[in-house]
């Protein structure tokens, strides 16, 4: 899965809008499908990664 930044203008990474609403997307072999859309990157983060609810710890 990926997230994709709804932001007007061109396509940017997912950290440099954090705050900006995020598109959830999955490949199905073919093609990206749309999962979700949501708030935040951190929402996205925990609809793709549910099995990681923290940050690494470094």
Sequence with gaps: ???????????????????A??????????????VAIVDNLAAAQALMRPDKPDPELW
Aim: hydrophobic share 40%.
């Design 21 to 34: 609403p995020h598109a959830v997307v999955r490949w199905d072999g073919r093609r990206w499908k749309l």
């Design 1 to 19: 899965m990926r997230a994709l930044t709804l932001t007007p203008g061109q396509p940017r990474a997912a950290h440099l809008a954090p705050h």
